[in-house]
Each structure stands twice: as structure tokens, then as C-alpha cells.
């Protein structure tokens, strides 16, 4: 059972091609790796799988529902958490995850135990009325994270959850990750970091808007005849 | 509506914590009312005059030393030469020069025809006008306090005499035209430049995305966003309207009911208008130029600086699609006449189409997508 199917998804602008006629399928629960070189397209494509921008042609059925004509409830069960930190600033830690919470309709007294858990998971409990201006990035990108999982969504998108964080927060990141996926939430995911590919179930590597490979990480190296996942990424990047 | 109160709620928090936007807030207004009001003023106190006697005669003089006790006047002397009178004009040491020609007092008396020169230096053309009023004014009066002994062509003269009533601002006095003025200035830059800004500010730091990526309605996000700036509009409203009662001693001669009934609607245009903008401008620099473009045209064509009876016809035109002429008018005839709802019917009928309109374009131009 597929959660994600796309089908040619093409985005040009004017005579620029940033995603090339791509298809590829996600399997419920699975942690799946979009890789590619910056430019490559990644987000392009994520943008349009998460609504927010139009694809030129091609279709995708996104958690059961029709990426043209069913976008609202796509939304609904979704989770997006961008490139660029894009909470709100001036307001608390706390502040933010109750105006996203309300905004995804989860019930007031479930909304503050589902808050509460998060903060506990993440050791923010005491800071909950810190604005989120004054946190360091690595509280923000798990801040992030955990709000795009508070309405429960089926598929979560992380555009480069974990660029410029330390490596002690990458790690403590990629267990949450884990931890979603184990409850049956997908996870699409972008990254450069070729250790964090290697944790993905399985991964695709994009170069200039188009789809170049689709596998299990061990699969796409011995396809390849490579050593490593960097190999295999330098391979399509310089190509 | 769980999510609307929400959504006024994060307005709320975010407007308090932002500190320039509180004091921009706060201290406009004041700034506005405490300079605008005493600066912009049309009354000329005072005008520099000079005398070139050539008559030398009892009349003349007379007439000199009446100048010299009116208040309006400064008095800067005789001259003597075409010379000098070129010299005093030239280098603006005098507004008006009072010619009396050889022989008037004798002419006068005789009843022949006589005539003293008004020379106006129009450098500043207000000044010139609203002077030699002045002095035809003291002129006129002069020749009245000596009714008896004065020739019949002089009685001639003076019989015919303009009397300026000004009905509803009885004494002239400006401010009552400026205070209600900026009240309207204050509402626009509330409801259009703040909303514009907020909004595009959402856009350059990417929250917007966040949110379009939510179920969220395009409706509620703008009520969300509506509410809380025409609450904060009707505010400022308010404590401009306590300021000019209690501070400038202008009264409202209509229902103050009305006056914020029709302001609240204007406030739904202003925030349509700043919506609309801030949705077709892609940063904060583009949104700031095109209210500000908008603002000026809008000021220029409201009838706070000159009445919009003399514009030209095109201009009335383009006057049909600026809300604050409308909202300036209500304004006047609500504060100054005492308008009630059906005067100023026609005028809320159109800034309600107009608030019905700019919101839908709003609506429509607001896109949660990146094309």
C-alpha cells in the first residue's frame, strides 16, 4: 500500500525545468530519502506534493487523495516543516504549537496533552514560555518537528530538517524520527548529509529535475558498484 | 471559530511584543494632532506693510496711523523712491506697499476720482490675496468711522461692502478643518500601511508558508488578520476623537454613533486595501511604495488641503474611486455640520460597495499557492 504515488510530476518555470516528468512511490511508515544536489529540485517537488505550488502537468495521489482536486484533505494529513525555520518568532514555544494545533482542528484538552507530551519528549518543559526568537536552532528544528506531528499526520515532509545543527542534535533528531516512524507516520525527507541517507529505509537521488535512481541504500550501491552513499551522490552530482 | 479567536489572539501577542509597532501606534497620533493642527494654517498674521505718501495731507496720514493700530499689520516705514519700492520688494522686506498719489487728499475732497496703489508683493499668493483683503478691509472701515465729512464718491465707494460669514467655522479657525482631517489620516494609515505590512512581513520571513500549508480557509485567514487591525483602527479612532473634544475643544455637533459606525466601515476598506497589496507585493519595500503612492493621491484628492470643488472635472473622476474623500466628507458634515445618517447616506452606501469590493479582490488575489 502506497501512501504516496506520483505520477510525471513536471514543474516548469518559463523555459526553466526544475522537476522533470518524475514517478516514484512511498510505502506507508517508511522513512524515504530525497537526495540531490542544491538546485536539483528536491523542494520544488515537495513544495507541489504538499500544496503549495502548482504543478505544470502530471498527477500524485498523496495519503489516498488526489493532489488537483482533493487538496484541502490532503493538508489534513499532512505535516511540512520547511527549510528555513518558519514558526513564529515572537511568540512562545508553547504559544506556537496552540496556534497550530488549533489551526489543524485537534480538540482543546487533547491538544494541551499531546503539547505536553512533546515538550516532556524534548526536554523544553520549563522553557515552553521562552520566545521562540531567544532558542537556539537545534530547540527550534525539533520544535518544529514536533509541531508538524501534532494533528497526526500520515506523511510528514522535512525540506532539510537538520542543516546546521550539531551532530549531537542531528542524532537526538533522527531518533524522533525513528520514533514517528514506528507509530506508522511516513517520513519524506531531504537531506545533504550522507550518514543521515544511509538511515533511510530507501532513498532517490535527483540531479537537474530529474528522478536518476530509486532504492534501498544497499541495493543503489551494489547497483552502482560503490563503497558508499557519497560515491553514489558525487557520481550523479558531477555527472 | 475556535481557529479565528486563535488567529486574534496571535495578532494580539504579536502586536504587543512588537515594540516599534506599539509606539508607531501610540506616538503618531500624538506627533500628528500636537503639530499638524498649529503649522497647517491658512490665516496671514502678519503683513508687512510700508507708505509711500506723495500727498503728504491730513488724510493720508490719517489713514497711515489706521493701518498702524490694526493688529494684522507691520508696519515697516515710508518710502520714498520707485527705487526703493523696487528695492523693498525685491528682497522681501515687505508684503504690501500703500501708494497714496500727489493731490489725493485735494481730489477726494473735490470729489474727483482718486486712487491709492495697492502694490502686492505675490511671491506667496495667499499671503497677496488674503492681504489685500485685509487692507481693503481697513480701508473700508476707515472711511466708515468718518461718516460724516466724508465726500459723497468716498461714501460711494464705501457703500458697497463684503461681508465674509464663514458658516460653520464661524471664526475661521483652521484647526477645526486640520483635527477632523488627520482623525481620517490617522484611520487610512492604520487600516491600509499596518495590515500591508504585516502581512508581506509574513511572506519575506516564510510563516505564511507554514500556515498555507495548514487546512487553513483563505476566509478565516484574513478575518483572523482583519479583526484584530480594525480593532486596533477603531481605537486610535477613539482616542483621536477624546483628543480633539477634550484637547482642541472641537465638539461633534452630529451622533458620535454615527461617526464611528461610518469609520468602522471605512477601517473594512483601508484593511481590503492593505490585504490586497500586501498579497500583489512580493517584499515590505514594494508594499511601503504603493501605499504610499496611493496615500498621497488620496490625501491630495480629499479636500484636506484645497476644496475639491475646484479640481477639474477629471479629477472629480478619479475621486469616485478614492474612499478617503468619501470618508472626509462624512467626517466634516458628521463632526462640523451635524450631519445625520441620512446626509451622509450616499456616502456610506459607496464605501460600503467599496469595502464589499476591495475585500472579494482581496480574497481572490490571496493564493496559497507560489505560482
Known amino acids: ?239 | 471559530m475556535r481557529i479565528i479567536l486563535m488567529l486574534i489572539k496571535k495578532e494580539f501577542l504579536q502586536v504587543f511584543r512588537n515594540r516599534l509597532l506599539i509606539s508607531i501606534l501610540i506616538v503618531a497620533p500624538l506627533v500628528q494632532f500636537l503639530i499638524f493642527p498649529f503649522t497647517a494654517d491658512y490665516e496671514i498674521k502678519h503683513i508687512s506693510i510700508a507708505f509711500w505718501d506723495q500727498d503728504h495731507s491730513t488724510l493720508s496720514r490719517e489713514i497711515i496711523e489706521h493701518f498702524r493700530h490694526s493688529s494684522h499689520f507691520i508696519d515697516c516705514g515710508f518710502i520714498d523712491s520707485e527705487a526703493e519700492k523696487e528695492e523693498a520688494l525685491l528682497h522681501d522686506h515687505v508684503d504690501f506697499i500703500l501708494q497714496f498719489p500727489p493731490h489725493f487728499e485735494k481730489q477726494m475732497v473735490r470729489g474727483e476720482e482718486s486712487q491709492i496703489a495697492i502694490t502686492a508683493n505675490a511671491i506667496n499668493s495667499v499671503k497677496a490675496g488674503i492681504g489685500s483683503d485685509y487692507i481693503k478691509n481697513v480701508l473700508t472701515g476707515f472711511f466708515e468711522s468718518k461718516e460724516e465729512g466724508t465726500p459723497p464718491s468716498i461714501k460711494k465707494m464705501t457703500s458697497i461692502s463684503i461681508n465674509h460669514i464663514h458658516w460653520y467655522n464661524e471664526k475661521m479657525n483652521y484647526q477645526n478643518i486640520m483635527v477632523p482631517g488627520i482623525l481620517v489620516i490617522l484611520v487610512t494609515l492604520i487600516g491600509s500601511y499596518v495590515t500591508a505590512l504585516n502581512i508581506v512581513r509574513e511572506k519575506e520571513i516564510g510563516t505564511i508558508e507554514q500556515i498555507n500549508v495548514t487546512p487553513i480557509l483563505k476566509w478565516q485567514f484574513l478575518v483572523g488578520k482583519m479583526i484584530p487591525f480594525w480593532i486596533l483602527g477603531m481605537l486610535e479612532f477613539i482616542v483621536g476623537l477624546i483628543l480633539m473634544v477634550f484637547f482642541f475643544g472641537i465638539s461633534i455637533q452630529g451622533s458620535t454613533t454615527t461617526l464611528l459606525g461610518a469609520t468602522a466601515i471605512y477601517l473594512l476598506v483601508m484593511l481590503g486595501l492593505g490585504f490586497f497589496i500586501s498579497f500583489v507585493s512580493k517584499n515590505q519595500l514594494q508594499a511601503m511604495f504603493i501605499v504610499f503612492f496611493l496615500f498621497v493621491i488620496y490625501v491630495l484628492l480629499s479636500g484636506l488641503f484645497t476644496p475639491t470643488e475646484g479640481m477639474p472635472e477629471w479629477a472629480k473622476w478619479i475621486n469616485f474611486a478614492n474612499p478617503m474623500s468619501f470618508y472626509m466628507d462624512i467626517i466634516k458634515l458628521v463632526i462640523l455640520k451635524g450631519a445625520g445618517l441620512r446626509e451622509i447616506a450616499s456616502q456610506v452606501l459607496i464605501l460600503s460597495g467599496m469595502a464589499v469590493g476591495i475585500n472579494i479582490a482581496a480574497l481572490l488575489s490571496y493564493s496559497d499557492k507560489i505560482n
Request: hydrophobic share 40%.
Open chain 1, 1 to 239: 500500500m502506497y501512501t504516496i504515488e506520483v505520477h510525471n510530476l513536471t514543474k516548469r518555470f518559463g523555459s526553466f525545468t526544475a522537476v522533470n516528468n518524475i514517478s516514484f512511490q512511498v510505502k506507508r511508515g517508511e522513512i524515504f530519502g530525497f537526495l540531490g544536489a542544491n538546485g536539483a529540485g528536491k523542494t520544488t517537488a515537495m513544495k507541489m506534493m504538499c500544496g503549495l505550488l502548482l504543478p505544470t502537468s502530471g498527477t500524485a495521489r498523496i495519503a489516498g487523495y488526489d493532489l488537483k482536486t482533493e487538496s484541502k484533505q490532503i493538508k489534513k494529513e499532512i505535516g511540512y516543516m520547511s527549510q528555513r525555520f518558519s514558526l513564529y518568532d515572537d511568540l512562545t514555544i508553547k504559544e506556537n504549537m496552540t496556534l497550530f494545533g488549533t489551526i489543524y482542528k485537534v480538540p482543546k484538552q487533547e491538544l494541551n496533552e499531546r503539547i505536553e507530551g512533546h515538550l516532556t519528549e524534548l526536554n523544553l518543559m520549563k522553557h515552553k514560555d521562552q520566545l521562540v526568537s531567544s532558542i537556539p536552532l537545534g530547540w527550534k528544528q525539533k520544535l518544529a518537528f514536533s509541531t508538524a506531528l501534532l494533528h497526526h499526520p500520515k506523511i510528514v515532509f522535512l525540506d532539510e530538517p537538520t542543516s546546521g545543527v550539531d551532530p549531537i542534535v542531528r542524532r537526538e533528531f533522527w531518533s524522533l524520527i525513528y520514533k514517528a516512524a514506528a507509530q506508522g507516520v511516513t517520513i519524506f525527507i531531504t537531506t545533504h548529509y550522507m550518514d543521515e541517507a544511509s538511515y533511510c529505509e530507501r532513498i532517490s537521488i535527483m540531479a537537474e529535475g530529474d528522478l536518476k535512481l530509486i532504492g534501498t541504500p544497499t541495493e543503489l550501491k551494489i547497483q552502482m558498484g560503490v563503497n558508499t552513499i557519497d560515491e553514489l551522490f558525487t557520481h550523479f552530482v558531477n555527472r
